[in-house]
């Protein structure tokens, strides 16, 4: 073997271990790449290809009224699953199926021929449907533990709560307003396949390291409940559309009670209206009407342009406004302050604002909140509306005086009689009184909050005492008054406006009535809103019964002390030479009885329980019906019932 042989021998040698040291080197970057470098990812795509991991509804925390009953909770329920490709016979599922939960067949079977992995068959069902299922024992069926939102008051406070959807999230009301925070730990449901993509594993449900909240509320749930019979006992007696309630603390703003009228079940809210859903005590707008008047007191007895005692003419009942003519519903002559907010006089309303001034009326109505949000820890809260005063017509300002062409929602509305009953703050309404974490632990606490200052504790007061006239014998709501107790408010009759001509409609109209009571230390103020109400539309006689019935069982219910009343005239307290004595009422049952002799107030309650709608006339004893007393009830459309002082 010569030289050139060795060294061509030598050069394949190393030819061949410089090509294995490459070789080599490149398998492990390759290694390194794939072991190390790339570990994350190519990790996660394994396990997707034989690991899936399937998301259910979390369970929500609950929703206690303010002394802790339960108003909204989340119970165990059953949802059934299909796994289509496991599924021998699809039809004769599907007909086992429907047996047991009243589903149609063809529903069922189109469920399980889709080309999925993974469907749902049928969400929240009852235990003992479950059972039945699991039974069967059907290859590619099952049966998961799940929750579902039941609501146990049903109606009462519905709302304010809202409801959640087949996820459990959150769709209407505080439901939807804390869905963050009522919505629980987060389960999935893992799924382990084989090389061929077919499952052979299914783990329990892993829940996430999140906690449980739950959420008290303001609201008290035996309130709420009185609040909605009275309103739907006043909407159904007077035929109207709707209505809603509030009733509220004034010093700290907390809403004891919001109610509305048509209601629903929150527990089958799929089978209520859309507009049955609507919380209209802060969505709807309307227009006040002579409720604004309170306002107009307190702005001009702030800026001092008038007392209690000024007088002003009230023209008889008809007053010209730039060519337009404005009507009193009685004709008025020489009226102070006083007496034009108790009978509620349009015109002396309009020579008040104009001593006042319009520019001065409408940055009051600002400052008691009108025209812009309460900010409300609820959904889709309106601002209403307050025309500007470069925007406005003479005949526009004269008209706002006593309530025409300003829209208000009833929470503001209420807002603003607090801000007098509470001595001149204007307080930020809340619902949510407290977050807690499930072991009770405090998470959030709200506090009561000022927003602004309106009126001096001295107009208040007088504001208040003026107010506590409307409920006298002379004013338009003795229908309001409460037997112990002193009670200001004010009425309001706002007209409709017809939606096709533009203009304000003779037929449609809210009745309103918003008050506070006790008058010195006040406990709560009480706002009812009639919408189209039926008949006599007038807020003394549809709302005012209302705020009483509500009124005088939620003093009982907080053991409020009575204290004086200035009521109207009653039998018992007139000396006996000067009494118009009690006639024998030897009616039956369904005829209508003599109410000669009685004091307005037994007139009102007697009427209310027979379900007639009175109109009263005069001060002092019932003198005079009609109908006469013996005609049929059910034929008695409207009682009308006049009083005389007695001699």
Not at 63 to 79: F, K, Q
Not at 195 to 216: C, E, H, N, Q
Not at 329 to 335: A, E, T, Y
Request: aromatic content about 8%; overall charge positive; hydrophobic content about 40%.
């Amino acid at each position: 073997m010569n030289i050139n042989e060795k060294r061509f021998i030598r050069f394949r040698i190393y030819t061949v271990g410089c090509f294995f040291v490459l070789s080599l080197a490149v398998i492990m970057a390759r290694a390194y790449q794939l072991q190390i470098y790339e570990r994350g990812r190519l990790e996660v795509l394994a396990r997707a290809t034989y690991r899936k991991l399937k998301r259910l509804p979390p369970k929500r925390g609950s929703i206690y009224d303010r002394n802790g009953h339960e108003m909204a909770v989340s119970v165990e329920a059953w949802s059934v699953y299909a796994r289509p490709h496991k599924i021998k016979s699809r039809w004769k599922t599907a007909r086992q199926l429907s047996r047991i939960i009243h589903k149609k067949v063809r529903s069922i079977s189109l469920l399980l021929k889709k080309d999925r992995r993974f469907v749902w068959i049928i969400r929240k069902i009852p235990a003992e449907w479950a059972m039945k299922i699991k039974k069967l024992d059907i290859d590619g069926i099952g049966v998961l533990s799940d929750t579902r939102r039941y609501y146990p008051n049903r109606e009462v406070a519905a709302h304010v709560i809202g409801f959640v959807g087949t996820d459990n999230q959150g769709l209407e009301g505080l439901e939807k307003r804390y869905d963050s925070i009522l919505r629980g730990p987060k389960h999935t449901l893992l799924e382990m396949k084989d090389a061929f993509g077919r499952p052979f594993y299914m783990d329990k449900p892993v829940v996430s390291g999140m906690d449980l909240k739950d959420i008290y509320l303001t609201i008290d749930r035996d309130i709420q409940y009185k609040v909605q019979e009275a309103l739907r006992e006043a909407v159904r007696r007077t035929k109207a559309k709707s209505g809603n309630c509030i009733v509220l603390d004034p010093v700290t703003g907390e809403v004891l009670a919001m109610a509305d009228v048509p209601e629903f079940n929150p527990n089958i809210f799929n089978e209520f209206k859309v507009s049955q859903w609507r919380n209209r005590a802060v969505t709807d707008c309307y227009e006040p009407g002579s409720t604004i008047k309170a306002i107009l007191l307190a702005a001009a007895l702030e800026e001092g342009v008038v007392t209690p005692d000024t007088k002003f003419d009230c023209e008889h009942g008809r007053y010209n406004i730039a060519g337009h003519i404005i009507h009193d519903s009685h004709k008025h002559g020489i009226l102070s302050v006083s007496e034009i907010i108790a009978e509620s006089s349009n015109i002396g309303a309009i020579k008040i604002g104009r001593a006042l001034g319009y520019d001065l009326f409408y940055r009051y109505l600002r400052k008691f909140g009108f025209g812009e949000k309460t900010g409300i820890d609820l959904l889709g809260e309106r601002r209403g509306s307050v025309r500007l005063l470069k925007d406005s017509r003479p005949v526009d300002q004269a008209t706002a005086f006593f309530g025409q062409g300003v829209s208000v929602t009833s929470i503001q509305l209420a807002m603003a009689f607090a801000a007098i009953a509470n001595g001149g703050k204007l307080m930020r309404p809340y619902v949510v009184k407290e977050i807690r974490y499930h072991n009770g632990k405090l998470l959030h606490r709200t506090s009561p909050k000022v927003i602004r200052r309106v009126i001096s504790p001295a107009t208040a007061q007088k504001t208040a005492m003026v107010l506590e006239k409307v409920t006298g014998k002379t004013g338009t709501a003795p229908a309001a008054a409460i037997y112990g107790f002193n009670v200001a408010g004010k009425t309001g009759t706002s007209q409709k406006i017809n939606p096709k001509t533009g203009k304000y409609s003779r037929r449609k109209y809210e009745a309103i009535f918003v008050g506070f009571v006790p008058v010195r230390h006040p406990k709560m103020v009480i706002l009812v809103m009639i919408d189209e109400p039926k008949g006599i539309p007038y807020g003394g006689i549809v709302s005012a019964p209302v705020f009483k019935k509500v009124g005088l069982w939620t003093l009982n219910y907080m053991k409020v002390k009575p204290q004086k009343s200035d009521l109207s005239l009653t039998c018992e307290n007139i000396p006996v030479k000067n009494r118009v004595l009690h006639k024998k009422n030897n009616f039956p049952n369904d005829r209508l009885p003599d109410f000669t002799g009685s004091s307005m107030r037994r007139v009102l309650n007697r009427a209310r329980q027979m379900g007639l709608v009175v109109t009263l006339e005069g001060t002092g004893m019932a003198v005079k019906q009609y109908p006469k007393p013996g005609v049929l009830i059910k034929k008695v459309k409207v009682l009308k019932v006049y009083f005389r002082p007695p001699a």
